[in-house]
């Protein structure tokens, strides 16, 4: 795990929480925000995941 997934993982986290914050406060403006954090954290996340891919396809040996 990379840290482009472990914070993109817990920005969505927070953007989710943040969203229901703003559901329970009727706060409209929070639970956009939350939505932003959410698809921010899931795109941050997604490219860690390449990138790990990556590393991970260097790391591979070739077949013989």
């Known amino acids: 795990?990379?840290?482009d997934?472990?914070?993109g993982a817990v920005k969505d986290v927070a953007g989710k929480a943040q969203e229901?914050?703003?559901e329970l406060?009727?706060?409209d403006k929070q639970q956009i925000k939350?939505?932003?954090n959410q698809?921010?954290?899931k795109i941050q996340?997604?490219?860690g995941d390449v990138k790990e891919a990556?590393?991970?396809a260097n790391d591979t040996p070739p077949p013989r």
């Open 1 to 3: 795990m990379n840290k």
């Open 20 to 22: 229901k914050v703003g």
């Open 34 to 36: 939350g939505l932003k």
């Open 54 to 56: 990556v590393d991970d």
């Open 5 to 7: 997934q472990v914070k």
């Open 25 to 27: 406060t009727g706060s």
């Open 39 to 41: 698809a921010e954290g």
């Open 45 to 47: 996340k997604g490219f």
